[in-house]
């Protein structure tokens, strides 16, 4: 098959990677156990009131789900006080990404972002015939909000802001998101992605939720993922006042999220106390694993999420092959052009000092 057959759109796109597989390096290097620190997975898994649901949903798989997740969204709605039909459940945050896009995006229009970033944005862009604008962070590694102001046209539609960025873990500072929203035009929305947002603990540094109840044009997305464990069964959402959400809906599949998807991510935020037990876990070892890094020469930014943004101060390539052998997986950075920098999950106490234990090997060995 020729590529002239391909949608013309799709041969600018570069095919996603992810992080390695455990079960492919476990055959490739013949090892029993692996440390994954590569994909800001939740170490501690989902809350056994999530299992516990899923499990007794498996009961009803012969069912189609309920198309709108209207129990979650109820759930959603009570927790952030806000309409339950200001929710929109799809297939993990990707997929929202793409709903989002495809509800907005024609050819032609400009959409913009700061880069490195989460590269899904420059994906749904591209595919849809639009233009990604792409600026650079700041020096401080966060979204350039000056520069995105003076880069809006009358053919911007979509700004994205990734709070906090991935793969750097930064968030813009505290007030300067509002003031930005302040300065966009009305017709412009911006797109606020949060999936780990959850894990920032500034006191009064306000987040898409507020945005949305002050009526500002804004989407805010969000996923099951990241601190509520739930990666595996890809439940996100975004909310927004009903006129922006109008024609995401109008684009979303009838049965985007799973029966068992459905029922742990609902089950997942009754659970409070396991959430709040994740959060300290992640803070306490982040803290622990940062001073550490930092002792054996390594360059961190803040982070206010549940991974690190590490300048290893060498070919990040040969570093991370090095680890695999070991066992540990972190994530090279060399897809947003950063040769020398990983991002580096934040795991258990345990699989944290196996990290450490392997970098200092490597350390010795080479010097």
Not at 196 to 209: A, K, Q, R, S
């Amino acid at each position: 098959m020729s590529k002239e057959q391909w949608r013309r759109n799709v041969t600018q796109l570069k095919p996603y990677i992810p992080g390695k597989a455990i079960e492919d390096v476990k055959r490739d290097f013949g090892l029993a156990e692996i440390t994954r620190l590569a994909s800001n997975e939740n170490p501690l898994g989902p809350s056994p009131k999530a299992v516990s649901a899923m499990l007794r949903a498996l009961l009803d798989s012969q069912l189609y789900p309920e198309s709108t997740c209207r129990e979650l969204r109820e759930k959603l709605a009570s927790l952030y006080e806000m309409d339950q039909d200001q929710f929109l459940i799809g297939n993990g945050a990707d997929n929202v990404i793409s709903l989002i896009g495809t509800a907005y995006i024609n050819d032609g229009d400009e959409i913009i972002y700061c880069t490195p970033t989460f590269p899904a944005y420059r994906t749904i862009t591209l595919l849809l015939g639009g233009m990604p604008i792409e600026l650079p962070l700041t020096g401080n590694l966060t979204f350039d909000l000056d520069r995105i102001l003076d880069s809006i046209t009358d053919r911007t539609k979509l700004i994205f802001i990734c709070n906090p960025n991935n793969p750097t873990g930064t968030i813009v500072e505290k007030g300067r998101l509002e003031a930005f929203l302040q300065q966009v035009p009305p017709q412009v929305i911006v797109v606020l992605d949060e999936a780990y947002v959850e894990f920032i603990e500034l006191e009064g540094y306000l987040t898409g939720v507020d945005f949305v109840k002050k009526g500002y044009p804004v989407i805010f997305v969000r996923t099951f993922s990241k601190l509520y464990g739930l990666a595996g069964t890809r439940v996100g959402y975004c909310s927004a006042s009903h006129e922006l959400l109008e024609p995401i809906l109008a684009v979303r599949e009838p049965f985007a999220v799973n029966r068992i998807a459905a029922a742990g991510a609902t089950a997942a935020l009754d659970d409070e106390e396991y959430k709040i037990t994740i959060l300290q876990e992640n803070k306490r070892e982040m803290v622990r694993l940062a001073k550490e890094l930092q002792e054996l020469g390594y360059a961190l930014s803040d982070s206010h999420a549940n991974f690190l943004f590490v300048d290893m101060k060498e070919d990040v390539v040969n570093l991370s092959n090095t680890l695999m052998r070991e066992g540990i997986l972190i994530r090279p950075c060399i897809a947003w052009g950063l040769p020398n920098h990983a991002r580096i999950t934040i795991g258990t106490a345990e699989q944290n000092d196996r990290l450490l234990t392997a970098l200092r090997k490597t350390i010795k060995t080479t010097s």
